[in-house]
């Protein structure tokens, strides 16, 4: 059972926010701050696992708690929540777990918990039994309804070649950016991207299911069912098998 705070200077989203960590098993007791000040005392008294920080609190805001927070022996997983879209950058410096958007829906909410239980199983195999340092994930800058947006390359579930530009597909949403699928599958291949047909590139973690020794070979990846070109099954084999895992009909 993981044990949380949520520190933000408004109500209403405190208890929003609980409610539906409430929902989440994994979730045990839940610790509620209205200043990030308040958050510190806290924290002085109450070590927890994880902290949802909202960024724009009066005196200290989200950004300056997770700074005083680095000090601390026992320092939690953080995650930050608020509506401003424009400090992931900033967040992820800070070696944040996660950056969630207001409204919060429950299913990016339990990925982020998910990501937590990732960490924290990180940090009891070290040493110390600490939080481990969290390396920075890759952002992307994307337009969507002509408002520029970080998003993180592990939320990528694949890439589809549209001309000179790439789409990329999460759970989410798809975005498109100017930059040719050659380069992203270079640049991505050791993030574990890989070209499985002259339009299609995709992160091999995600693949729910691998027919290729069919016809017509295929991946499905995000409820997307993308062919597997003759030219490139080979290369996937290698990749799937160093990877450790094994295709599946």
């Known amino acids: 059972m993981i044990s949380v705070l949520i520190a933000d200077d408004e109500q209403p989203a405190i208890d929003e926010l609980a409610f539906l960590l409430r929902q989440d098993p994994r979730i045990g007791t839940v610790h509620q701050a209205s200043s990030g000040s308040e958050a510190i005392r806290?924290?002085?008294r109450e070590p927890v696992d994880a902290a949802f920080l909202d960024i724009h609190m009066p005196g200290l805001t989200g950004f300056d708690l997770?700074?005083?927070?680095?000090?601390?022996?026992?320092r939690p997983a953080l995650v930050f929540v608020t509506a401003d879209e424009e400090g992931a950058l900033e967040a992820f410096d800070l070696a944040a777990?996660?950056?969630?958007?207001?409204?919060?829906?429950?299913?990016r909410l339990q990925r982020s918990i998910g990501r937590i239980v990732e960490v924290l199983k990180a940090g009891a195999a070290t040493p110390t039994g600490g939080i481990p340092t969290v390396t920075a994930p890759e952002m992307i800058a994307v337009t969507l309804g002509g408002t520029t947006r970080m998003l993180r390359?592990?939320?990528?579930?694949?890439?589809?070649?549209?001309?000179?530009?790439?789409?990329?597909?999460?759970?989410?949403?798809s975005y498109l950016v100017r930059v040719?699928?050659?380069?992203?599958?270079?640049?991505?291949?050791?993030?574990?991207?890989?070209?499985?047909?002259?339009?299609?590139?995709?992160?091999?973690?995600?693949?729910?299911?691998?027919?290729?020794?069919t016809d017509h070979p295929s991946v499905t990846i995000a409820g997307a069912e993308l062919p597997v070109s003759r030219r490139l099954l080979p290369a996937l084999r290698e990749r799937l098998e160093a990877a450790t895992l094994r295709p599946r009909s």
């Open 153 to 173: 390359r592990d939320e990528v579930r694949y890439v589809q070649a549209q001309g000179d530009y790439a789409r990329l597909h999460t759970d989410e949403a």
């Open 66 to 74: 997770a700074r005083a927070l680095q000090r601390f022996e026992h």
């Open 97 to 107: 777990v996660d950056y969630l958007l207001k409204p919060v829906r429950t299913e």
């Open 180 to 213: 040719p699928m050659a380069d992203l599958e270079r640049q991505w291949a050791d993030a574990g991207f890989v070209r499985v047909h002259r339009s299609y590139l995709v992160s091999l973690a995600h693949l729910t299911r691998i027919r290729l020794g």
């Open 42 to 44: 806290l924290l002085t």
